[in-house]
């Protein structure tokens, strides 16, 4: 890990809005991004693809040896609440998470890593420059989830989404969690810009000289 490299971490809860938020602060600060959600979502579609159990982490991990990170997937579907169920399903394993530890630490390059998820900053880089820890009320996570990806009713989307929180702050292996330095946003009834634009803010209040005003 090249601890040069600063990161920034956004952990938080399903549809909370990291990714939007992510990727306008990676934007803002030329930084490279990661998107971890993708490499769990994408494990998932390996394994239904091959027809394997996503509880089985000997299956998940053969069929994450298997995927080829270049190629293209249907985005719609992996963006589903249904493969977001199966990836929080094989996210629960540990063997599977060790499988991708690595698979994540490789996009830490200069100038900077923007990296959300679930457990960012406590696990995956912990010497984060930056932890922030976005939460946002259900009933506007749901609301926001419907609007990217329609198809499930309002009730169903809840549901889901609540069931998928439980397991994740549930499981024994990296939990989601704030770490202990992590700064907790409410992204609840604000804009994705705004809330990435407090992120800056954060950035050059905590190191002015690297993270210059404009
Ligand atoms: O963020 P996204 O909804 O795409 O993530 C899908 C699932 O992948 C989550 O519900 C979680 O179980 C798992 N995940 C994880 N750790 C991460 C990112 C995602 O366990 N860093």
Redesign the pocket.
Known sequence: MDEDVPVITIDGP?AAGKGTVARLVAGQLGFRLLD???L??RAALATIAGGADSGNADDVVAAIAAIDWDAGCDEQRLRSEAV?AA??QL?ALAPVRRELVAVQRRFRTAPGLVAD????GTVIFPDAFLKIFMVADLAERARRRLRQYPGLGMDECLAALRE?DE??RGRPV?PLRPAEDAVQLDSTGLDAQSVAERIVDLCRQADPGRFKVE
């Open positions: 399903a971890s959600g993708f769990y979502r977001g990836a929080s996210a998820g679930r457990d960012m998928r397991a994740d990296a």
